[in-house]
């Protein structure tokens, strides 16, 4: 059988002696959501940094589009096509929604006014802003701004850690409607992510890690009518 797309496959690794990860696995097909949920201290944000490179693997590999990419800096997997949003301190503050665009086509050498065009398009309110310093705006502006930078690297894959983390639902919603168009260009997003439910209400595939293992995996309906899931990981 085919690898899918992306896949960090049978991971296992951690920061200095200790895993956090055991032979942990997450994938992404093309233009598809892939949401790791689970309870905190899961190890979800630790799977996404392996699988961007920004954690040594002790067992287990990362391939992309069928090429080993396990030994790759993160740098250059953002030129093998793979975009990676952090939790948090993932704009520049000081500069311009504008300039914060721009800083994320560093690694391109073409014409990249098409691509803010279409961030802008994916997320009106920047256009609006565009002038304005990004540290000034909400906290759901900052993660439009931060997830428009990740797709002005024309990414195949983008990778978001915890993208509604201390938003509104009604941001949250919004955040989440906008992912899915995002997927439908074809890019693939894998994405960790603490409204569980929400989350795996959008996803084509889910995984729940428990304690760096995977618990279950599944299709985001699936998981969702899983009863022991809902008891154990959604609050019934």
Same mark, same amino acid.
């Given at each position: 059988?085919?690898?899918?797309?992306?896949?960090?496959?049978?991971?296992t690794?951690?920061?200095?002696?200790?895993? /956090?990860?055991?032979?942990? *696995?997450?994938?992404?097909?093309?233009?598809? &959501?892939?949401? &790791?949920?689970?309870?905190?201290?899961?190890?979800?944000?630790?799977?996404?940094?392996?699988?961007?490179?920004?954690?040594?693997?002790?067992?287990?590999? %990362?391939?992309?589009?069928?090429?080993? &990419? *396990?030994?790759?800096?993160?740098?250059?997997?953002?030129?093998k096509?793979?975009a990676?949003v !952090?939790?948090?301190?993932?704009?520049?503050?000081?500069?311009?929604?504008?300039?914060?665009?721009?800083?994320?086509?560093?690694l +391109?050498?073409?014409? /990249?006014?098409?691509?803010?065009?279409?961030?802008?398009?994916?997320? !009106?309110?920047?256009?609006?802003?565009?002038?304005?310093?990004? =540290?000034?705006?909400?906290? =759901?502006?900052?993660?439009?701004?931060? %997830?428009? +930078?990740?797709?002005?690297?024309?990414?195949? %894959?983008?990778?978001?850690?915890?993208?509604?983390?201390?938003?509104?639902?009604?941001?949250?919603?919004?955040?989440?409607?906008?992912? /899915?168009?995002?997927?439908?260009?074809? /890019?693939?997003?894998?994405?960790?992510?603490q409204?569980?439910?929400?989350?795996l209400? &959008?996803?084509?595939?889910?995984?729940?890690?428990?304690?760096?293992?995977?618990?279950?995996?599944?299709? =985001?309906?699936?998981?969702?009518?899983?009863?022991?899931?809902?008891?154990?990981?959604?609050?019934?």
């Amino acid at each position: 059988m085919a690898d899918p797309f992306l896949i960090g496959d049978e991971m296992t690794g951690g920061y200095g002696a200790a895993d /956090i990860l055991h032979g942990c *696995t997450v994938a992404v097909e093309k233009g598809e &959501i892939a949401v &790791i949920v689970g309870p905190n201290g899961a190890g979800k944000s630790t799977a996404m940094k392996a699988v961007f490179g920004m954690l040594a693997l002790r067992g287990g590999g %990362v391939r992309l589009n069928g090429e080993d &990419i *396990t030994a790759l800096t993160p740098q250059a997997r953002v030129a093998k096509g793979m975009a990676f949003v !952090p939790q948090t301190n993932n704009i520049f503050a000081s500069m311009t929604v504008e300039e914060n665009l721009e800083m994320g086509a560093f690694l +391109r050498r073409d014409d /990249i006014a098409a691509t803010i065009e279409e961030v802008y398009h994916l997320f !009106p309110i920047l256009r609006e802003k565009r002038r304005q310093a990004a =540290g000034e705006l909400s906290g =759901g502006q900052r993660q439009q701004v931060a %997830v428009g +930078r990740a797709l002005m690297t024309r990414p195949s %894959v983008l990778m978001l850690d915890e993208p509604t983390a201390g938003v509104s639902p009604i941001v949250m919603d919004e955040l989440f409607d906008r992912i /899915i168009e995002v997927a439908r260009t074809g /890019i693939s997003i894998l994405m960790v992510e603490q409204n569980a439910r929400q989350a795996l209400e &959008i996803a084509d595939k889910g995984y729940v890690l428990v304690q760096g293992r995977n618990a279950y995996t599944d299709t =985001g309906k699936a998981l969702l009518a899983d009863p022991e899931v809902r008891r154990t990981f959604l609050g019934g």
